[in-house]
């Protein structure tokens, strides 16, 4: 029997069976679902599922109307089941008839690929429309120039290596940029908590902190649709995204994955022949890939432009802050 609501409960525990019959039942029927993830070392080596975040997209107590019956955020416990008992849920995440929607979802999608065995499908991941809606925006470089800011600018680096450098959003500063009215969420957002995902019980303010997000990604999917800024594309382009790492799970102190760089070949595409980056592992098109000698002469660099990026902004960053090390210590005259 599906779930429905009418009271102010942002938020549903979801740790039992009958609970969980519930939220599939509501989920089956929905068109769009938001999802979100909380875990120890979501994506990374090591890491390990704790939460599934779910809402029923246009449905959740932020975009509800006045006198309107809503959902709340179902937060299903992961911990608390089987994967056998969690199939008829996972079904529906590969069902790509059913749209998920999600933002910055590569770390979602590996960690319920390599610690679910859940392949996710009709993905669209609003990270990416984000970077998407700047060209339809009419940012133009000088913009995007602004975005890379002191952390991944240099001004020693040829201004040419910067063409398809993009920086991500993270979920807050997007909906702040994009000016979403975020008002009828009814509690703080990411409040403070001990980040032991896998200890129970779950304290309130790590269910508040797992539903919240949700909230916010439902907000912002409604104004990129309003705004007609999901291009057909976007479930192609979000599909690469996501699965970057299907072949496994990185290092989380690894830096050529450690970074809020748009990856290369995702939303714009390269002409070329293939090559493997020697930063980050990727194999993609050559047109990726600076020349060394300058732009139309010399060999192929052995990395991205964008590993080349973090190597030159991490050499920079680690010498000034040697730099000012060494005054503060009065080495220096």
């Given at each position: 029997?599906?779930?429905?609501?009418?009271?102010?409960?942002?938020?549903?525990?979801?740790?039992?069976?009958?609970?969980?019959?519930?939220?599939?039942?509501?989920?089956?029927?929905?068109?769009?679902?938001?999802?979100?993830?909380?875990?120890?070392?979501?994506?990374?080596?090591?890491?390990?599922?704790?939460?599934?975040?779910?809402?029923v997209a246009g449905s959740l107590l932020s975009s509800k109307r006045r006198g309107r019956q809503y959902h709340p955020v179902f937060l299903v416990d992961v911990l608390a089941f089987s994967r056998r008992q969690l199939r008829s849920l996972y079904d529906i995440l590969e069902d790509e008839n059913v749209t998920k929607v999600v933002f910055g979802g590569r770390h979602d999608f590996t960690e319920l690929y390599h610690g679910q065995g859940?392949?996710?499908?009709?993905?669209?991941?609003?990270?990416?429309?984000?970077?998407?809606?700047?060209?339809?925006?009419?940012e133009d470089f000088e913009d995007q120039m602004e975005r890379l800011g002191d952390r991944y600018f240099d001004d020693d680096v040829d201004i040419d290596r910067y063409d398809n450098i993009h920086r991500l959003n993270s979920l807050v500063?997007?909906?702040?940029?994009?000016?979403?009215?975020t008002s009828r969420i009814p509690h703080e957002l990411k409040p403070y908590h001990?980040?032991?995902?896998?200890?129970?019980?779950?304290?309130?303010?790590?269910?508040?902190?797992?539903?919240?997000?949700?909230?916010?990604?439902?907000?912002?999917?409604?104004?990129?649709?309003?705004?007609?800024?999901?291009?057909?594309?976007?479930?192609?382009?979000?599909?690469?995204?996501?699965?970057?790492?299907?072949?496994?799970?990185?290092?989380?102190?690894?830096?050529?994955?450690?970074?809020?760089?748009l990856p290369l070949d995702i939303i714009y595409e390269a002409d070329g022949i293939?090559?493997?980056?020697?930063?980050?592992?990727?194999?993609?098109?050559?047109?990726?890939?600076?020349?060394r000698g300058g732009r139309g002469r010399g060999r192929r660099e052995d990395k991205c432009a964008v590993c080349v990026i973090i190597d030159f902004t991490g050499n920079f960053h680690f010498l000034r802050a040697l730099h000012l090390l060494t005054i503060y210590q009065g080495y220096e005259d």
């Open positions: 029997m599906a779930l429905s609501f009418y009271h102010d409960d942002a938020f549903l525990l979801c740790d039992n069976q009958q609970t969980l019959q519930g939220v599939v039942a509501t989920l089956r029927r929905a068109s769009a679902i938001i999802l979100d993830c909380e875990a120890q070392d979501i994506g990374y080596v090591g890491g390990q599922l704790s939460v599934i975040s779910l809402g859940v392949y996710m499908k009709g993905v669209i991941d609003l990270q990416i429309a984000d970077v998407v809606s700047r060209d339809i925006l009419e500063s997007c909906v702040e940029e994009h000016d979403v009215d001990s980040g032991r995902w896998l200890q129970r019980p779950l304290s309130f303010d790590q269910l508040i902190y797992a539903s919240g997000d949700v909230l916010l990604i439902d907000l912002l999917y409604r104004y990129f649709r309003s705004m007609h800024l999901l291009e057909d594309d976007i479930y192609e382009q979000s599909a690469k995204y996501i699965s970057l790492n299907i072949d496994a799970r990185v290092n989380k102190n690894d830096e050529y994955w450690c970074h809020a760089l293939p090559m493997t980056c020697d930063g980050c592992g990727r194999e993609m098109m050559s047109g990726n890939f600076a020349r």
